[in-house]
């Protein structure tokens, strides 16, 4: 399983903090807005040459620790 923690950086440098791609400044949510909306992990490696597979697999775990934790308050109906 992909440690995430070896592919995701977080530094006030760069793009104020938001969380992205190691050593590029590709942000981790591009990557989950893109793969939500369809494409392909082929699609993103060719349209980022800088990253790899891992990196997308990163970003997925990512997200799922994120919000592992979180508490949803579902909405009124």
């Known amino acids: 399983m992909t ?5 995701i950086e977080s530094n006030p440098k760069k793009l104020y903090g938001k969380p ?3 050593n590029t400044r590709i942000p981790v949510d591009i990557i989950l807005e893109k793969l ?3 494409d ?3 699609s993103l490696l060719e349209a980022y040459p800088a990253i790899t597979r ?4 990163a ?19």
Request: hydrophobic letters at 45%; one cysteine or more; charged letters at 25%.
């Open 54 to 57: 891992e990196d997308v697999l």
């Open 20 to 22: 992205v791609i190691e």
């Open 40 to 42: 392909s992990i082929e």
């Open 59 to 77: 970003c997925l775990l990512f997200a799922a620790d994120t919000i592992k934790n979180e508490i949803l308050v579902p909405k009124a109906s």
């Open 3 to 7: 440690d995430w923690t070896k592919h």
């Open 36 to 38: 939500g909306a369809g």
